[in-house]
């Protein structure tokens, strides 16, 4: 009798720690914060000083492919002094803790969820510049990954239902249902969204298999590929006018040569991907913006899938609306 009490005890004891745990996960209030704003925990003195500086280095440093400056994220710096309550739900959090071995630690749904929060430590001012620099790259990917999971997830709540992308294309790939469809010939898609001052836009489509060489020449077969295809669908506002001397304008996307494209080299839905990122602009008009571009290798059916993104937001900045847009691209899934 003494044993089955003593077992009725502990497994009395264990469910109770089992619900206080699932409870204290139920009640994890949801994170919050705008897109590509990360809190940045540290003293006054350290934020003002070198640490600040490495700080800013890594998370305000410009992004490429954009036509004017933006800062890969804003930064709202906190004291931990008043670091409690409403202010530890952002989305995402980088805290440095002074008098602690240096290190770098990653964690997950600390005061909120979803979030992720990076803390960096060290005993000196030195160790903790060292320890961001060492980690640059990690920092970056965790906050970037976790906003593009954020913008999918809102994506979400509204899904469109294009089921012809998946009926000629063989894949699927998640964006809102605010998205109009532009355009569809054969196995090429257009989606269009207005935005404030303009529009964004998506482009589905796939090539055959031997349309991609890779070689030292790769970007410049990806830039001609893409400037057929904007000459064939993405015409200016001016093309097909007549000039006063009798000439009819030609106005269509092309890639701007002023500007070198990033390229580079990915995985996306398990598979090789090309990516590209660059300006684009329309000839005889002055139309642009920028543009990003996924070749994805698709060798079990022989083909390449290409989704590109673009956007026209002139006089605004377009750091956020280009993350929605990769946003879009990442959820592609290839059956």
Not at 111 to 119: F, T
Not at 124 to 152: G, Y
């Amino acid at each position: 009798m003494r044993y089955f009490l003593f077992s009725l005890l502990t497994l009395t004891l264990l469910v109770s720690c089992v619900d206080k745990n699932e409870k204290a996960e139920k009640y994890l209030p949801d994170a919050s914060g705008a897109i590509n704003n990360v809190s940045v925990v540290t003293e006054n003195d350290y934020w003002d000083g070198r640490v600040g500086e490495a700080i800013r280095y890594v998370l305000a440093k410009p992004i490429y492919g954009l036509p004017q400056d933006e800062p890969m994220f804003t930064i709202s710096q906190i004291p931990p002094s008043v670091f409690s309550g409403f202010v530890t739900k952002n989305r995402t959090v980088l805290k440095v803790e002074t008098n602690k071995p240096a290190g770098i630690a990653f964690s997950e749904d600390v005061y909120a969820k979803p979030q992720k929060v990076i803390v960096v430590s060290g005993n000196t001012k030195e160790e903790i510049i060292e320890v961001v620099k060492d980690n640059e790259a990690k920092i970056i990917e965790t906050f970037r990954n976790s906003e593009l999971d954020e913008r999918q997830r809102q994506m979400a709540k509204s899904p469109h239902n294009f089921n012809t992308i998946k009926e000629k294309l063989g894949l699927t790939i998640k964006f809102s249902s605010i998205y109009e469809q532009a355009k569809q010939e054969g196995n090429f898609f257009w989606f269009r969204k207005d935005i404030t001052t303009g529009h964004s836009h998506i482009m589905l489509y796939e090539l055959p298999f031997n349309a991609i060489t890779r070689n030292d020449s790769t970007v410049g077969q990806i830039i001609k590929i893409r400037d057929s295809i904007g000459q064939a669908y993405f015409k200016g506002r001016l093309d097909g006018t007549v000039k006063a001397n009798g000439d009819t304008v030609s106005s269509f996307m092309v890639t701007e040569s002023a500007y070198t494209p990033f390229f580079g080299e990915t995985i996306l839905d398990n598979k090789p991907a090309l990516v590209t990122k660059g300006l684009w602009e329309l000839t005889n008009d002055f139309m642009g913006g920028p543009f990003i571009n996924y070749m994805i290798e698709d060798k079990v059916n022989k083909r390449w899938v290409v989704v590109e993104a673009f956007i026209f937001a002139p006089s605004v900045e377009k750091r956020n609306y280009m993350l929605e847009l990769e946003s879009v691209i990442k959820s592609v899934k290839i059956e």
